[in-house]
């Protein structure tokens, strides 16, 4: 990388009153809500230890609303929370919670599934210029080289049908899709040369089920990966269990997974998952125009048909 | 009607998901046909297409099948009025899946073979299993089952030299 492109890279995307003001707009909103009682409480971001570092945090009394921020650090999807894996971690009643435009396509399919109830909700959406990457300084500002790879090709910037909008979003510059660069690469090879990219990349993994655990839509009480009678997926860490369990987890996140990376995010060995979901997401709109996360839709592209399906693969 | 019994080097597995409406109906008529088909063909029977899930696929290709058929009642024609219909979305989203992955598409056979079709059942055993005859065994699942979890390098020198210094 020459110079002049590095200058660039780090020459911050956004200036801090933007965060300023997004911090003022989501804390006002808050402890408005905690005051008049309409809300149990806030699910939102507060910031964490180390300096430039957010954590995801319940507020329930309005003193606590203050401590709420936004920062290029607030990158968990908090639609997580919502789920009834995390039941405990959340007061019963209506609940407002803090989206980025991401997060909030994922509410939109929990909302779709029947498991949150929109009435029970306030959705504060943010205005999002983008959030860090994983594994990088977070005491640096957002730039080119620190912004998430799922920003950097972001479409829903601006959340639409919330109940509060906090923030405007400032001008941004157009960023490379890097990662739809790599999945047209990928796409461009041959079956083997996948299988040896792939097979390199899932040997790594560690099963920490981290993928699963952060992904909002793996609620299941019980996942078919831990079943042992009959068991379907090997689950010793070992390369063919691995395979196994990431094809799964692709295979049941297609048609529902909206992209907010989350699990690619969270992965200690670095494994490009949201690669996968990308892929799948893909294949759904082209075979059967279906885009996940756009409006809570009942019916998902593979828990509904047409008669007039494409059969083209079937003798 | 008996044709000499060709011998060949490589005999592949194949994993047949069939439904019990249709196809295992159509193979027991071609079986009661007296028609011949390849024996590499191992059949499970289902209720439906679409109680068979694409883990199943994956569970028969790391367990040492070459080839994998599903196969079911045509559009229209299912037991349970639509179970063929999400069966054919399902594994439309997988097959895209298992190609990106890496997988050889080749290996995999979906069909519709209803109760009459004795001889369509014949056919599509008949081309997938000389078609995987020809591919070869399935080499890349096998591998990936023999090998071990660390796939990094572990022979650093100071483990090397910490190897060596075992008495």
Redesign the interface.
């Known amino acids: 990388m020459n110079q002049t492109a590095q200058k660039t890279d780090s020459a911050p995307l956004v200036d801090e009153t933007y965060y300023a003001a997004v911090t003022e707009a989501i804390r006002a909103e808050a402890a408005r809500l905690l005051v008049d009682g309409s809300v149990a409480a806030v699910i939102g971001y507060v910031a964490g230890r180390r300096a430039g570092t957010a954590l995801p945090a319940v507020v329930t009394t309005p003193e606590r609303a203050a401590e709420l921020i936004f920062s290029p650090a607030c990158r968990n999807n908090l639609s997580l929370y919502l789920t009834k894996a995390k039941q405990d971690a959340v007061p019963k009643g209506k609940l407002a919670i803090v989206v980025k435009g991401c997060d909030l396509r994922a509410l939109a399919g929990l909302l779709g599934e029947s498991q949150v109830k929109r009435e029970n909700l306030h959705i504060i959406g943010i205005a999002c210029a983008g959030v860090f990457a994983a594994n990088v300084d977070q005491g640096l500002p957002l730039n080119a080289a620190t912004i998430a790879k799922k920003c950097r090709e972001c479409t829903v910037r601006l959340p639409a049908e919330v109940d509060f909008t906090a923030g405007t979003l400032p001008t941004l510059p157009r960023l490379s899709p890097v990662e739809a660069e790599e999945l047209a690469r ?2 461009a090879l041959t ?10 990349l899932f ?2 993994c560690i099963r920490c089920l981290a993928c699963r655990q952060v992904c909002p839509f793996c609620f299941c009480a019980q996942c ?1 990966c831990d079943r042992n009678r009959p068991q ?3 689950n010793s ?4 269990g691995n ?2 369990w990431h ?2 987890r ?2 049941h996140l ?2 529902r997974c909206a992209g907010c990376a989350e699990c690619e995010r969270v992965c200690p060995m670095d494994i490009p998952l949201n690669l ?1 979901n990308r ?2 997401a893909k ?2 709109k082209e ?2 125009d279906y885009e996940a996360g756009l409006t809570p839709q009942e019916k998902g ?7 007039d ?3 083209s ?3 | 009607m008996h044709t000499e019994k060709q011998h060949h080097t490589f005999e592949p597995k194949i994993a047949a998901f069939v439904c019990t409406w249709c196809t295992y109906a159509g193979a027991d008529l071609a079986g009661t046909s007296r028609m011949q088909y390849p024996s590499n063909v191992r059949v499970v029977k289902f209720p439906c297409t679409g109680r068979i899930d694409p883990v199943f696929i994956l569970r028969a290709f790391q367990k040492g099948a070459d080839g994998v058929l599903i196969s079911g009642c045509h559009p229209g024609d299912c037991h349970y009025m639509a179970g063929n219909f999400h069966a054919r979305r399902r594994f439309a989203a997988f097959r895209a899946l298992l190609d990106f992955v890496g997988v050889d598409l080749n290996r995999i056979q979906f069909s519709w073979v209803s109760a009459a079709e004795g001889g369509k059942w014949v056919e599509v055993v008949t081309e997938l299993t000389e078609r995987v005859r020809g591919m070869g065994p399935m080499k890349e699942f096998r591998e990936l089952d023999m090998e071990e979890h660390w796939s990094a390098q572990v022979n650093t020198p100071e483990l090397q030299a910490a190897y060596n210094a075992i008495p």
């Open positions: 990928l796409e079956p083997a040369e996948r299988w040896a990219f792939w097979k390199e040997s790594r078919l379907t997926v090997e860490v070992r390369p063919a395979l196994s094809i799964v692709a295979m297609a048609g996968l892929k799948m294949e759904l075979l059967y592209p593979l828990t509904s048909f047409k008669e399906d494409d059969e693969f079937i003798k």
